[in-house]
């Protein structure tokens, strides 16, 4: 009788991290959603060959930005590299940039970079989601 009692909180300690397993894989999953079909950052921040096709082994590398606006006006030449996170921002910071759109500086982005509005659930999953990333 011992050993059962002794053994139930092995079992209930292995239930919560197979559940706290289980919610960091959705939150990963929600995060590659957002970057990959919501905020479409590949498009941006991956090279492109010379047939204009998004290069798959550089996925969110950084590249120079293929277009230019019609009028002179402030716009962003290069997309960063998103993977693991952008350079020079700590996790919380490029959260709150993805709820805001502000940097840590308080400016705001350039064009063509959307000011995004995520709720800090999704800014969350989208950091976890880019620091995953290698």
């Known amino acids: 009788m011992r050993h059962r009692l002794a053994l139930a909180p092995i079992g209930v300690a ?4 197979a559940a706290a397993d289980g919610a960091a894989a959705q939150g990963l999953a929600r995060g590659k959603y957002l970057v990959e079909q919501v905020g479409m950052c590949g498009d941006c921040h991956t090279p492109r060959d010379a047939k204009g ?34 350079a020079h921002y700590t996790p919380a910071q490029f959260a709150t940039f ?32 880019l620091r995953s990333l290698k």
Not at 14 to 17: A, K
Not at 63 to 84: N, Y
């Open 14 to 17: 292995m239930l919560m991290t």
């Open 53 to 86: 096709q998004p290069i798959a082994d550089r996925h969110l590398t950084g590249a120079p930005i293929g277009f230019r606006p019609l009028h002179p006006m402030p716009f962003a030449e290069h997309a960063p590299s998103l993977v693991g996170l952008p």
């Open 98 to 129: 993805l709820e805001t759109g502000k940097r840590p500086d308080g400016s705001m982005t350039l064009p063509p970079m959307p000011p995004y509005r995520f709720s800090k659930e999704d800014a969350w999953a989208v950091v976890d989601y």
